[in-house]
Every structure is written in structure tokens, then in C-alpha cells.
């Protein structure tokens, strides 16, 4: 399996995963056989922006689970949250989503580091940006395993730029590391840095492999390492095997 792998500014590392398995179930495609062309589409998407210094070198990684994510966040942006809400309450919301457990902190910066809002509605995570502002994606490692972070934007993987799947490789994520996704990757020297934009300047509407039908979302999934034996035996260790309910046990079989 090949992972590229990214070196960061300020020292931060950042990895990249190449890994196989099966495909994610698939959905409908009615919605976007329905959708109106990008020309007529109000709101925001992303555009493919300035390039970004990026150097990046190969690794190994397996999945525990090469199908099915250990943990799946959605993002849905635009140039305002749901329902408007004030400023003064704005302030208030918070900036990042716990996965796996809470060992990946997933946020979204501007070029400045500041952190954006996140708004909770319908069961789903919502983020407003400013058109022509830069965004960047963050996750931290605040755990002892190792993760890769498969991630999409506008449907069109940050990798690839082809549509987003689970079998896509993605960056590797280590303990106590910070990994910070700044565009699409361009070569193994550069990415296009990541810009809001009208939906019509969007790389999605304007990528042979885009869909404008899945403008405004951004998809992370999160995939743990797989374990070794000896890890696998340490992690299930009881501390207290001999702490039973009690009670009778059933009784065995002769034999037995």
C-alpha cells in the first residue's frame, strides 16, 4: 500500500495513506440527475486557488477495517448559517467536532489560523464563509492511534480530485500530531489552496470529474490502523478478571 506524506510548516507532519478496499454502498443518483446547472446555483463552493508548497514521500499503512470508517463527519457551508443567527451568538458556537471517540478534533481555520464557527442543525454540522476568503481544514490527534483521514470537498477528493470514496488513499494521521489539509493537491510539491467562491467559479463545476449537485459539503472519514496481535492483547486487558456479578454460574456439560 503507498501513502505520500507531507511535511508541514511550524514542524507539523502530515501523512498520506494509499490503501485498497471495497466500495462504500452506493447512494441515489436522482438528486443529481435533478440538480440545476452550476451557472444558476446561489451560495458558495470552492475554488481551486493559489498554489500552495507541499512536499510529500511515501509510507506504509493498513486499515483495521478497509470498508467502513472508524468515525464519518459532514460539514455543510454556505455564506450564512441557518437561521441567521446574530453576531453575539455566533460567538458562542463552537469550533470543532470530536470523532473517534474523541481522539480526532476536527476544525476549519482561515489563512490566519482563526478558527470557524460550527452550527449544529437537523442533525447536521454547518459553517459560513466569505466568498474569496481561505479556508483550511484541521484535524488533531489527541489519541494514542494511529488514523488515515480520507477527505472530500464538493464531493472531489483533496487528493485525487476524482469523486470522493472510502477506498481513496488519504493522509495519515499520528498521536499528537496535527494535520492540516490546506487545498487540493496538485503534484507532490504543491496543492491549490482551498477559497470560497461563487458556485459558477467553483473547481467542482468546473472539473471533468465534478458533480455541482454536491457543492457546500465537506466529507472527512476517519480510518484507525490496523492493530498487531500484541496491541489488539494489551487493549483488550482486563484489569479485573476475577470481578464477576456474583452469582451461580450455569452449569457445564459433562465432559467439559
Known sequence: MTILFRLLALACALWLAACAGSPPPSGSTSASAAAPDASERRGLGTAWGESVRSETRQVDFERADPAKPT????VYYNDALPG?????????????????????????????GAPLRLA????????????????????????????EIVSSVDGLDVLSGRPG???????????????TIEGFRKSRDEVAAFRFAAVPD??????????????????????????????????NANPFPGNDNGYAPPPVPRGE
Open 71 to 74: 468515525d464519518l463527519a459532514s
Open 84 to 112: 441567521h443567527p446574530p453576531a453575539s451568538q455566533v460567538r458562542r458556537l463552537p469550533t470543532r467536532v470530536a470523532l473517534a471517540n474523541g481522539d480526532i478534533a476536527l476544525s476549519f481555520t482561515d489563512e490566519k
Open 120 to 147: 449544529r442543525s437537523d442533525g447536521r454540522w454547518h459553517m459560513a464563509g466569505v466568498e474569496g476568503s481561505r479556508y483550511m481544514i484541521v484535524l488533531r490527534n489527541q489519541g494514542r492511534r494511529t488514523f
Open 165 to 179: 470514496s472510502y477506498t481513496n488513499g488519504g493522509y495519515v494521521l499520528y498521536p499528537g500530531r496535527t494535520l
Open 202 to 235: 467553483s473547481y467542482v463545476a468546473n472539473s471533468k470529474y465534478g458533480d455541482a449537485a454536491n457543492v457546500g459539503v465537506i466529507g472527512v472519514a476517519v480510518f484507525a490502523q490496523k492493530e498487531n496481535d500484541e496491541e489488539a492483547l494489551r487493549r
